[in-house]
């Protein structure tokens, strides 16, 4: 067994009832630097619930959450996404009213408290990160576009790329290519393999395809818990797995 | 320059700026008698409360039918430095306990009671125009945001709390003289604040008093922060988990809100000479939402001129109908909300807008060779 620190994230014995119902039991997961681990599942498996567990939206009911051996566990939201957590939901929530420069603006880290944001700047640096992030989602040449005219997939990415303004050590991304074409897909695609360069990625998908292309590790989830982890490989390969996905 | 683009985004927005403040600094002083121009001082200390909904319910979705509560603090914190000054042992010399508000002698009180005690200084009652409204803004914010309590429950215990401060007033007449509320106001540090020469110099005082805070709620809505009020409305959780502290920015500009709320109450004091809980109540707490409505409670001058508004028409219709004007005021609030949301600030921009757009159709039919090159060559 490696030491805790080989980990940056690490999850155990994570989980969490509703009324009751355990959505999620003895989840244990550990997540290496720089690789994009992909969460799959049935519907229901409680996949979500995990990234809202890591997150802090949902209150976990035992286990802990280690983001670089420090427990996460009841901290607040934005206190973990100060931390390096960033997350992405389903559906793209951006700012609809706002350019796409000030949606990325709005998402650096440099004065979030109260009088950090009356006394913003946006300094030469701060212009040249959003930029390189623009152009590393492919918006470049739509800073002044009004984020809610955008297509379904760019908004998909401003949403990537206002994490990206965050710099973030995991970044947590909740079905990114739904409703998105092939060619979005294979985009999006490639802009997964980018990111992860110099982070890891949680991913939630269910398009097998697509998993296939950007996973280095997969987990797959049924009814709360770990049915199978491993390469994409092992994990189609396990009988386990072909049971649930088949006898769905 | 800057600066100048941080508080006046659009032309525009300079524009109507500038015709209002001519009409309330210019305008209105040379055309009105002395009595009218009272009134509309009057009215103005409610722009004070208008420019804080236009932060936190505008701006921010906080719908706060309290905000009567703050208003009143900051009157009464000014009434109170008021009325001891009324209370001199001289003046109330005939009182079995000279020296104290004439209420007070009433209710068989002997002393001065401790609360009441800071409001001999001038510099303390300024100072807790702003505190107190700030102080438990900041408290019952933190408390309700932090349990993420929000929209029609907000507003619900807002009113609660209106309906609980009024009543207090009125049941504690020794302490604050109680449904009467705090009369006979005569000077301030011995300036008579009812002669006219005074109500001029207190109308001006109010108007830059306004215009100043107007100019700083224009600033924060045209920051970094002023977005990030809009996407706290819009997409709270994305705001969350972009790192920022959501209950805090609520609490915060539920605070600003409460202070500029009570500074209005206290230049309402100055202008009109009594406070009584008849002004901060549920219904004056919904009035002043109406305000803000009708003005329009995204635009800061728009929040202003609602205040104006309504409250020349209430007291034109008052005189003539004063058993309607309820119904109409009702009437009012119920179409504005729901034929323009936005208020008579949101038809002017809407205004622009379709001109914009049948402009722009218009150039859609014309020949495309009578467009294009006085488009890029304008100097043709």
Redesign the interface.
């Known amino acids: 067994m490696s030491t805790p620190k080989d980990y940056v994230l690490e999850v155990e014995d994570l989980g969490v009832s509703f009324d009751g119902f355990k959505a999620v039991d003895g989840f244990n997961f550990y997540l290496d630097a720089n690789t994009v681990h992909v969460i799959i599942g049935p519907n229901g498996a409680g996949k979500t619930t995990v990234l809202d567990l890591i ?1 802090g ?1 949902t209150k976990a009911t035992s286990g802990t959450v280690k983001f670089k051996g420090k427990e996460m566990r009841g901290m ?3 206190c973990i ?2 931390a390096g957590i ?2 992405k ?1 389903q559906n793209p ?6 350019t796409v420069l ?1 949606n990325l ?3 650096h ?1 440099a ?4 009088f950090g ?4 700047r946006r300094t030469p640096a701060i212009q040249q990160q959003i930029e390189s992030t623009a152009a590393q989602i492919g918006l470049q040449d739509k800073l002044d576009t009004e984020a809610g005219i955008l297509s379904h997939g760019q908004k998909q990415w401003l ?1 990537i790329g ?1 994490l990206l303004m ?1 710099e973030p050590e995991i970044i947590m991304l909740d079905e990114p290519v739904a409703g998105m074409s092939v060619r979005e897909r294979t985009e999006t695609a490639a802009l997964i393999r980018r990111i992860s360069a110099n982070r890891s990625v949680i991913v939630i998908e269910h398009d097998m395809e697509f998993v296939r292309e950007i996973a280095d590790r997969v987990t797959v989830m049924h009814l709360g818990q770990i049915l199978s982890e491993g390469s994409m490989e092992t994990v189609s390969a396990d009988p386990k797995v072909i049971e649930v996905y088949i006898g769905h | 320059m800057a600066f100048f683009r941080t508080l006046f985004k659009t032309r525009g927005e300079a524009v109507s700026f500038a015709c209002f403040a001519l009409l309330i600094l210019v305008i209105l002083p040379l055309a009105l008698p002395v009595f009218r121009l009272n009134l509309v001082g009057k009215y103005l200390s409610y722009g004070f409360v208008g420019i804080g909904l236009v932060l936190l319910w505008g701006r921010c979705g906080i719908l706060s039918l309290g905000q009567g509560v703050f208003f009143g603090l900051g009157g009464y914190c000014m009434a109170m430095f008021l009325k001891l000054e009324a209370s001199d042992p001289v003046t109330t010399a005939i009182q079995s306990t000279p020296g104290i508000p004439d209420f007070m002698d009433w209710n068989q009180l002997t002393a001065l009671p401790k609360f009441w005690e800071p409001f001999h200084s001038f510099p303390f009652t300024v100072l807790a125009i702003f505190v107190v409204p700030g102080l438990v803004a900041f408290l019952i914010g933190w408390a309700m945001f932090r349990r993420r309590v929000g929209g029609v429950y907000f507003a619900i215990i807002t009113q609660a709390i209106a309906l609980i401060l009024s009543l207090g007033i009125d049941g504690n007449q020794g302490y604050t003289g109680g449904r009467n509320g705090i009369t006979d106001l005569r000077t301030l540090m011995g300036w008579d604040i009812r002669s006219e020469h005074a109500q001029q110099v207190l109308y001006f005082i109010c108007v830059l008093l306004l215009l100043g805070s107007a100019l700083f709620a224009k600033y ?1 809505i045209n ?3 002023g ?2 009020l ?2 706290v409305r ?2 709270e ?2 705001v ?7 209950a ?2 609520r609490t ?1 500009t539920f605070t600003v809100a409460a202070m500029l709320a009570g500074l209005g109450g206290a230049l309402f004091v100055l202008q009109v000479g009594f406070m009584s809980p008849s002004l901060i109540g549920i219904v004056p707490s919904i009035e002043l939402v109406i305000f803000a409505a009708v003005g329009g409670r995204l635009s800061v001058v728009g929040a202003m001129v609602g205040c104006l508004l309504v409250n020349f028409s209430k007291s034109a219709f008052s005189e003539a109908y004063p058993d309607l004007w309820l119904y109409l005021m009702g009437g009012t609030f119920i179409a504005v909300v729901m034929f323009f949301p936005d208020g008579l600030a949101g038809l002017f921009t809407k205004w622009g807008t379709i001109k914009n757009r049948a402009a722009a159709l218009l150039a859609r039919f014309r020949p495309a060779s009578a467009t294009t090159p006085n488009a890029s060559q304008p100097a043709k």
């Open positions: 997150c939206k607040r939201e934005y996404v100060r960033g997350r939901f929530s951006i700012y609809e009213n706002l000030e603006e709005i998402s880290p004065g979030r408290g109260i944001c009356l006394l913003f949403e206002m965050q | 924060i920051t970094r922060f977005r990030v809009m996407a819009d997409q959780e994305r969350r988990f972009s790192g920022y502290d959501v805090m920015i915060f």
